[in-house]
């Protein structure tokens, strides 16, 4: 199992990154650097490229509706050159308190979007001229065609590489099943291996039955706190403010696709009322009620044992990338935390 670790996008970015070489030397396989309403992350992810050496790098997610499909092609091209052919592109629908509150674009049509955006960055990065006919995306534009402003394109640079691996942040059925079927990676929030199964295991089997082999088996990329102790269980309440602002903030009723995952974990009761909480601005009051069960399974936090028998059930589970936050009070004791993860990950 690879062990990654995800780059807040909040402050400290700089001090964070310095810190990097040392986690890189304890064993970390690959850091993910999100994209919220915040700093962008390809920025970010370049200057991690500088600053390391063997580290892979990911965006943990890039919205597809906020760049067109070829700029996400040229930017993951971009980003694998500086890198030196170790970047991966990490893409995501997102959800429409970001995508129609803060970047203003309809959020219409999450799947077919997706599927179109990766089948062009796909030609793009072959050097293919880019014509593509798709109900979301055309290329060239059809009133363009025929005229000397509408002749087809190819990158002008040799990628490093011509499949660039591509993970896909998806939870619902249907996101899930065409992620099995096209992409390298999944990325799941919040991840409970013991109900994985039933939520997502036929969407799964689905995408798997028509999948290229020569995509390779699905990387299956989970996130979990980590804390290794006898007294270190009160670390799981970090995780409190995060589920709340999902389960609660992150849309409208009825448009919160982490409400509705919560709610298919079998937290109906708690995730209506988080919701009903948050959205009245309680956001503490939302917080204490995120399910100690929750918590707990969705982290790696407590005795060596514990943490041992968590990694082997995300293991039987499927996951085959953990992506960890150490919580510890010095660096030092953060990076023993990622040597000692490595190990029991073996």
């Not at 490093?160 to 942040?169: D, G, H, L, Q």
């Not at 790696?300 to 514990?306: C, K, Q």
Request: charged share 25%; hydrophobic share 40%; with cysteine.
């Amino acid at each position: 199992m690879r062990i990654g670790m995800a780059l807040g996008y909040a402050g400290g970015f700089k001090e964070t990154v310095a810190a990097l070489a040392d986690y890189e030397k304890a064993g970390l396989d690959i850091v993910y650097v999100a994209e919220a309403y915040s700093f962008d992350a390809v920025s970010q992810l370049g200057y991690i490229a500088a600053r390391t050496e063997r580290l892979e790098i990911a965006s943990g997610i890039l919205p597809i509706y906020s760049r067109t499909p070829t700029l996400l092609a040229m930017t993951a091209a971009g980003l694998d050159y500086v890198s030196d052919g170790r970047f991966t592109l990490g893409i995501g629908t997102s959800g429409p308190q970001v995508i129609e509150g803060f970047h203003g674009v309809p959020y219409t049509a999450p799947i077919g979007r997706t599927r179109e955006v990766i089948e062009i960055c796909r030609k793009v990065w072959r050097r293919e001229r880019v014509v593509h006919d798709g109900k979301h995306y055309t290329l060239p534009l059809p009133e363009e065609r025929g005229t000397g402003l509408g002749k087809p394109l190819k990158l002008i640079n040799h990628p490093v590489r011509e499949r660039i691996p591509i993970m896909v942040a998806a939870i619902g059925p249907k996101n899930v099943e065409m992620t099995a079927e096209i992409a390298e990676g999944w990325e799941p929030i919040f991840y409970v291996p013991e109900k994985a199964a039933d939520v997502w295991g036929a969407s799964l089997a689905a995408g798997k039955a028509r999948r290229d082999p020569a995509l390779g088996e699905l990387d299956v990329v989970a996130h979990a706190t980590l804390a290794i102790g006898e007294d270190v269980a009160h670390v799981r309440d970090t995780g409190r403010p995060m589920l709340a602002l999902y389960i609660g903030g992150m849309g409208a009723k009825g448009r919160n696709f982490y409400n509705d995952l919560a709610r298919r974990y079998g937290y109906e009761k708690e995730a209506e009322r988080i919701q009903e909480l948050y959205l009245e601005g309680k956001k503490e009051e939302a917080a204490a009620l995120v399910p100690a069960d929750l918590l707990e399974k969705t982290s790696l936090v407590g005795p060596e044992g514990f943490v041992r028998e968590r990694i082997e059930a995300l293991r039987e589970s499927g996951v085959t990338t953990i992506n960890v936050a150490p919580v510890a009070p010095t660096h030092e004791e953060r990076v023993r935390l990622i040597e000692r993860i490595k190990e029991l990950a073996a």
